[in-house]
């Protein structure tokens, strides 16, 4: 056994063992102080501060005692600190390789807090805040300024109006040259009385025979031949002025109807129909609540990576730069990182909030438990009380669900700006603010109704415009100001709908300021456009005497044709041949 | 680096039998490419520190692993991965996660199981070859080399002066 077996490897054995427990022991404080500070630096690319380190076997519980992480974007500021933070660890999940701390205390949390000394910046992050400050009255109907020049737009020549007179002048034109073209080769005058002449020398002649009246007839029906022929160029005619007029009349339909249609078109481009309907809480309010809507959504883009992206298939978890643990069934599962109970006190600039949590993890599917948060405050601004009630979990497919309900008591606030423009500012000089609402979010779908109201409000501003000097006079009288702001669809890009009762008090003021001055706007530019129709028409009835000339020509030359061609010279003849017949018979038989 | 040759040489060049040397080696390589502070590498350090292995060999042969565990991380974490996540292997890895001891030696953790088998299968062969190697240098090549005028002026030098010391003190057998 001796052979195989050297004894005093025992004691080489436990001495290591004791020597390693020592080493923990006595630098296991100062290891984790310096990785804590190095991972943050690593992570953040600034200084990262702590104090001290306190860390106890029985329990296991390790403790942070002054905690500062530098703002890489400004150093001499922290993006995060605490006096004091305590995580009680389960040392015999931490030995399977699972985190769970069974309570998290963190004590005067701080945000963007100045630091004593400015901290070391080791390098920044490309991406830029976008604190551009833009024009918040884009979407104020400024009416003095949007409503266009009708000197100016009776000069447009994209008018209806000028392009339909223009039509008509051109279809005049071509169906004139129609018309004379037929004018031409219609019978003239002396055509038709020498058509007379020849038609009454027949008549008069004097027959004395049937065979006399026989020729009369042939000659006649010689005639009616170019009255045919003469009659059938003035149908057609009359068919090309029929046509020709209704053409014209169809062009002078569109050129009356012009007017209405530009003044729509101009209503549309110059949005005047969207004054009466402007959405002008949003237009007021609209900025400020997508600001804060903004912090909502920055918390979950910053959030969501780390619950999400920490597990990417079902099981596995833990991901390390060196592997990653592989999960089997379990009979009592649970979750690799699990916080059981959290208490933060958060001290912010407005008061103290505080964070309490329940069973925090990002595998809320093994457990099969949400997470809870409850955050509040009693002293927020003075006497401003919050409460925020919030659960969220995560499926097995990473999908998160968050239901939460939130609360707010007589928040005092004071110099909020609202809008920020040279031509309209307003801001809430002071003001109790309270509301409540809730948000669910569900697969990044986000819906969200809140109800706020803000109390013995002093507003102040300033205007330039008559609207917004109305628009000031308006809300500056106004004492209780009742907002519902809705968010809905996507959590990064949501539909905002802000409503109000100040709303219809607002159109109403807008819509009889609006409406005078649209009336008399109107009114100048109808005037414009009608005149533009009368002298089109005017210009139209000119030609139009021309083409009723032409019509009376063909009509009068229709008529004589009819009436030549009805005309029956045999009659005559034949009476003169019976009274000389009678008169011989007469004589015949004694008469 | 200098008394890690001196252990280089005295472990071959001792008392001590081929198997202890091999055995060391091959434990070293296990050590080596796994995490030093995990279950198994107690286990076998209290192996090492028990039973009669060279224990130069041994430290040896876990700086030299412990070096090239950077290199071969990556297929470590290969054989680690493919293993705990072979559909036909989760009966076997289910039913092994329900004892507390496989999770406490973290042998679900995919580099550390990688570097277990792969730490295994080296050290089998490393083991007979090694073996092999040290019979042949303790036959052939040292009296081969110990002809050298320059392993003569070496052996005056004061390497192998602190090479005798070491030895000198023993307890390295």
Redesign the interface.
Known sequence: MK?????Q??I??FS??IL?MAFIFLFADSLVKAGIEKSGEWYLGAEVNVEDIELNFSPLSLTVIGFQATDPEKPSHNMVSFTEATAGIELWQY???KIHISDLTIAQLELGNKRQSEGAVYFTSDSKGNDETTDTTMGLPSLDTSLPSVDDLLKDSNLETVKQAQLLQGTYKSEQEKLVAIQDSLPSKEKLAGYKKQVMALTNIKVKSLDDIEKVTKDFNELKKQFVADKKIVNSAKAQLQKSKDVLTAQIQRLKNAPQADWQSIEKKYSLQKIDAADLAHILFGEQAREYLGYAELAYEKLSPMLTGASATPK?DNT?D??????????LPQPSVLIKNAYISVALAQGELVIEGKDLTHQHWINEQQSVVNVHSSNLQGKGEFALDMMFSLNEQQVIKINSNWQLDNLSVADVAIQKSSAFSLSLDSGLVSGKGKFELLAQQIKSVNDISINKADFAGKASSSLTKMFLDTITSTDNLALTISATGIVTSPELSISSPLDNQLKGAVQKLVSKKLASFKDQVNTGLNEKLASALGNSKSDGKALVNLENLINGADGSLTDLLNADITKGHKKQLEDKLKKKLGNLFGG | MLTLLVKLFQALNSESSTRQISLAISLGIIVGLSPI?ILHN?II??M?????VNLGAFILAVGVFKGLSYLL?PL??LI??SL??STSL?GL??SL??M?LF??A?W?????L?ALILGVILALPAYFISRYLIEKYRIHIKSFIDQFGIVKALKASKFYRLYLTMSGQGGMS
Request: charged residues 15%.
């Open positions: 052979r195989f077996i050297r004894w490897g025992f080489g054995f290591i063992i390693l030995l399977l390789g596995v390390r060196k592997g990653k643990f592989i999960y089997f069934s379990e009979q | 502070l107690l350090l209290f090492v520190l028990v039973i009669r991380s470590i974490l680690g991965e705990l996540t989760y890895f289910d996660y329900q507390s999770k406490l973290h679900h953790h995919t580099y550390i990688g």
